[in-house]
């Protein structure tokens, strides 16, 4: 998912709680609603419970440690731009996910960190492995198809480009629906807030590329 430099909302709020500055107060909760499990409002990192109870769970955890590596995937996708030769339009929204990917990358690991949760390093340079697609992720490239985006040029970089990364942020899509459908995945509000958020951005940019998909030149046919 991205977002511009401007609308890291959900974000802010969720560093802002990490860091015990953020208060607790009523949302108004719009886009996804996390699976309805009756159980109390959890805490920020900050506080605790009389019973000690975190405001994560191990589903929060474990979407945190796999949107990284997701994340990774389309920083990496979208670093080709400028060298494959795709076009301006397609360039400047790839600058937008490679900033806005990066920002909740380092987000992510800052939060896992403060939990005291392993933190993997935002490398898919072995995505391009053969071999590695058991450890893909809903929407995810394989290495074969990974291959096939980084030999094309001009148009057909942007024909692919578009249809993979489209597909991507469906799987991320999926990854979220997932943790909001998971008992206490997302009890948190500020967990909730970043992951709305996501959802949100990336709905957007599935439509905006949906557009620019239907705009790139066919591809020539070859007798």
């Not at 005291?116 to 394989?142: I, N, R, Y």
């Amino acid at each position: 998912m991205t977002r511009t430099r401007g609308r890291l909302t959900g974000s802010a709020l969720l560093i802002a709680v990490i860091t015990g500055c953020a208060g607790r107060g009523s949302t108004a909760r719009t886009g996804v609603e996390p699976a309805d499990t009756g159980q109390p409002a959890a805490v920020s990192p900050a506080s605790t419970t009389a019973h000690d109870v975190p405001s994560h769970t191990a589903a929060d955890a474990k979407f945190m440690t796999g949107m990284i590596g997701h994340h990774a995937q389309a920083v990496l996708m979208a670093g080709w731009a400028p060298s494959h030769g795709a076009s301006p339009g397609l360039q400047a929204l790839c600058e937008r996910i490679l900033v806005g990917q990066r920002d909740e990358i380092a987000l992510m690991q800052r939060w896992l960190g403060e939990w005291h949760e392993p933190v993997p390093a935002a490398d898919a340079s072995h995505d391009m492995m053969p071999g590695m697609e058991h450890m893909l992720m809903p929407g995810m490239l394989t290495a074969d198809q990974l291959v096939q985006l980084n030999q094309a040029t001009g148009a057909d970089f942007d024909r692919l480009f578009l249809t993979f990364m489209i597909r991507h942020h469906q799987g991320a899509l999926t990854m979220i629906k997932d943790l909001l459908g998971t008992t206490g995945g997302a009890r948190d509000d500020n967990v909730f807030k970043f992951v709305s958020d996501m959802n949100a951005d990336q709905s957007i940019e599935i439509e905006r590329m949906t557009g620019m998909l239907a705009a790139v030149p066919p591809q020539a046919s070859h007798p």
